[in-house]
């Protein structure tokens, strides 16, 4: 089965700038996914980005974009450009186990 | 369009009442979940289905109760042996042809009982 970590409770960035949110993950499986889902107030869950583990290449979705440690079993997620709009709950669910950790809130200032 | 669709969005109960949340998806998924959520806590499990008239219980499965007769449907009934029903209930879907496992959500149902 595979486990995650999501260390930050609450993280906080200004409109326009860099942050990044870690989420690290043990597994015996050797191909597998990674996810990283926001819930903004709406409370709907939504997508944000995928990586597939024996893809080298960093995914990327518009401002948001991984850094996928395999070795290191690290999946952070950067967002680019701060929106106000990208202030949400962010959850790096288990692949194997379908489970959600507390996540990480984002906190986004003008 | 297709997805996944949970009514009613807000539902109040007496307690000692059993309720029944609805979850209907038209993607043809062949999984579908249900997940609870307490205010600042993540999903937890409570049961899936990744064939018609078969499931299985998650972490917290006492007090619920489900039922898939159909592959678009998937009730979820809190029992009155549920102890702290209030929550928000958030219902997934997955494609098990997709080898990633991506899940699709509904919008949720926020169930107060009183």
């Known amino acids: 089965a595979q486990t995650v970590t999501q260390s930050q409770p609450e993280m906080s960035v200004q409109e326009a700038e860099t942050v990044t949110l870690s989420c690290t993950y043990d597994t015996s499986e050797s191909d597998y996914y990674l996810f990283w889902y926001k819930q903004p107030p709406s409370r709907q869950m939504i997508l944000v980005i995928r990586?597939?583990?024996?893809?080298?290449q960093n995914a990327t979705e518009n401002r948001f974009s991984v850094n996928f440690q395999k070795a290191a079993k690290s999946f952070s997620l950067k967002i680019s450009d701060s929106q106000l709009g990208d202030a949400a709950m962010y959850f790096c669910?288990?692949?194997?186990?379908?489970?959600f950790g507390k996540g990480t809130m984002l906190l986004v200032s003008p | 369009d297709g997805g996944i669709t949970q009514s009613p969005k807000y539902l109040f109960r007496k307690e000692g009442q059993n309720v029944t949340l609805s979850c209907e998806q038209n993607?043809?998924?062949?999984?579908m979940y249900w997940y609870r959520q307490d205010p600042g806590q993540g999903l937890r499990l409570i049961y899936y289905?990744?064939?018609?008239?078969?499931?299985q219980k998650g972490d917290i499965a006492e007090g619920y109760s489900v039922s898939r007769e159909k592959k678009e449907s998937f009730p979820l009934t809190v029992t009155s042996a549920q102890k702290n029903p209030t929550a928000f209930y958030l219902c997934a879907s997955i494609p098990l042809r997709d080898t990633a496992y991506e899940q699709y959500f509904g919008p949720g149902t926020r169930l107060t009982v009183t």
């Open positions: 669910p288990s692949y194997s186990t379908l489970t």
């Open positions: 990586q597939e583990a024996y893809k080298q």
């Open positions: 993607l043809n998924h062949d999984a």
């Open positions: 289905s990744q064939i018609v008239n078969d499931f």
